[in-house]
T-cell receptor
Framework: NAGVTQTPKFRILKIGQSMTLQCTQDMNHNYMYWYRQDPGMGLKLIYYSVGAGITDKGEVPNGYNVSRSTTEDFPLRLELAAPSQTSVYFC????????????FGAGSRLTVL | GQNIDQPTEMTATEGAIVQINCTYQTSGFNGLFWYQQHAGEAPTFLSYNVLDGLEEKGRFSSFLSRSKGYSYLLLKELQMKDSASYLCAVMDSNYQLIWGAGTKLIIKP
């Protein structure tokens, strides 16, 4: 019972490079989320999905893209990496919205130089 | 705008009691969550309040006053393993979570 699995844990990118952060959950959760966490700030929602084939922008979507082809997978794509995207990224899932608790992945620390 | 305020850092002694406050101003209210996050790890769920009052769960309790836009997390019999950041998050009228920046709790022996 793995929960939410994120890869990679660490990555250094050069400005302008692209990469994909992978996220998989095995809890059959409908809702999945991508957050970024910067020092001294609250978690910021990048994108979320309420089910396979459905995605929507969060608070800070610029520079990112997502897809949700299956219930289990919710990859986050960074196109043309910029230093402002240096952050810790968390994928999370929940069964539904409302009072449902979020289960987070272990996080991915990304540095853009 | 929407805002969640928490103290940046608090220090307490092992075995003591500490109260971490959270005040919020959001567009609507559909519940308040507390999460614990150890350094370098993912947040994990602690508590959920949607009605006024105190919810007790072992050494941890959480209180909510919707009229005051205020919550606190009470930690009793502090242990060294309680050293962590504590995140307050409010679910707004659109069922979106608004997160505070977190309170770093340092426990001293």
């Amino acid at each position: 019972n793995a929960g939410v699995t994120q890869t990679p844990k660490f990555r250094i990118l050069k400005i302008g490079q692209s990469m994909t952060l992978q996220c998989t959950q095995d809890m059959n959760h409908n809702y999945m989320y991508w957050y970024r966490q910067d020092p001294g700030m609250g978690l910021k929602l990048i994108y979320y999905s309420v089910g396979a084939g459905i995605t929507d922008k969060g608070e800070v979507p610029n520079g990112y893209n997502v897809s949700r082809s299956t219930t289990e997978d919710f990859p986050l794509r960074l196109e043309l990496a910029a230093p402002s995207q240096t952050s810790v990224y968390f994928c999370a899932s929940s069964y539904s919205s409302g009072a449902n608790v979020l289960t987070f992945g272990a996080g991915s620390r990304l540095t853009v130089l | 705008g929407q805002n969640i305020d928490q103290p940046t850092e608090m220090t307490a002694t092992e075995g003591a009691i500490v109260q971490i406050n959270c005040t919020y101003q959001t567009s609507g209210f559909n519940g308040l969550f507390w999460y614990q996050q150890h350094a370098g790890e993912a947040p994990t769920f602690l508590s959920y309040n949607v009605l006024d009052g105190l919810e007790e769960k072992g050494r941890f309790s959480s209180f909510l006053s919707r009229s005051k836009g205020y919550s606190y997390l009470l930690l009793k019999e502090l242990q060294m393993k309680d050293s962590a950041s504590y995140l307050c998050a409010v679910m707004d009228s659109n069922y979106q979570l608004i997160w505070g920046a977190g309170t770093k709790l340092i426990i001293k022996p």
